[in-house]
């Protein structure tokens, strides 16, 4: 699979600063996805922005899609100590529900 | 919200050994899901689509005979990973899609295995 690039791939900001993780990708997508991933747990879905949006916000959270430039940011605003955690996006493309992962960006967030 | 539970979370056992993991949801159907491997500090990497009722859909490069897939019913889908090795040690996880294609995923807490 195609798997996409995230950058940085480490960030380390304290708390109340913003944090920006930006995402390309290879191949047309139908959507494409954030997850956050606590350390040796699971994944939970963050945000979905659909190909034909550029932008959508959930509390904190703000994403943005470019596809002309097969790109996506994720921006977290006056981050907390809790949004310590790995955030990755994934698309999907065609009919089935199969995602394609990027590498990931690790967060930290100091007090 | 739709829950996905995936158990054992972690496994340690030795050489040889074949390891079951089940992937269950609980409050909702679901005819796909999805069985991802995750190494250190790395992504998550697709293995196989669970299709209930039928075969399972492998990404290339993994062993169909290495991780058996078995999803017999609406809720539960089944990883084994057979004659396990010390290389196979990794961390597992299923997902599966509550509201259909192209919608977001739930994801179960994983399983750490680890082969001695």
């Known amino acids: 699979s195609q798997q996409g690039e995230e950058d940085p791939q480490a960030l380390s900001i304290q708390e109340g600063e913003n944090a920006t993780m930006n995402c390309s990708y290879k191949t047309s997508i139908n959507n494409l996805q954030w997850y956050r991933q606590n350390s040796g747990r699971g994944l939970v879905h963050l945000i979905l922005?659909?190909?034909?949006?550029r932008e959508k916000h959930s509390g904190r959270l703000r994403v943005t899609l470019d596809t002309s430039k097969k790109s996506s940011s994720l921006l977290i605003t006056a981050s907390r100590a809790a949004d310590t955690a790995s955030y990755f996006c994934?698309?999907?493309?065609?009919?089935?529900?199969?995602?394609?992962f990027g590498t990931g960006t690790r967060l930290q967030v100091t007090l | 919200g739709a829950v996905v539970s995936q158990h054992p979370s972690r496994v340690i056992c030795k050489s040889g050994t074949s390891v079951k993991i089940e992937c269950r949801s609980l409050?909702?159907?679901?005819?796909?899901m999805f069985w991802y491997r995750q190494f250190p500090k790395k992504s998550l990497m697709l293995m196989a689509t669970s299709n209930e009722g039928s075969k399972a859909t492998y990404e290339q490069g993994v062993e169909k005979d290495k991780f058996l897939i078995n999803h017999a019913s609406l809720t539960l889908s089944t990883l084994t990973v057979t004659s396990a090795h010390p290389e196979d040690s990794s961390f597992y996880i299923c997902?599966?899609?509550?509201?259909?294609?192209?919608?977001?995923?739930?994801f179960g807490d994983g399983t750490r295995l680890s082969i001695l």
């Open positions: 994934a698309t999907g493309a065609g009919t089935a529900s199969k995602l394609t």
């Open positions: 409050d909702f159907q679901a005819t796909t």
């Open positions: 997902s599966a899609p509550p509201g259909g294609s192209n919608q977001p995923q739930h």
């Open positions: 922005i659909r190909s034909n949006e």
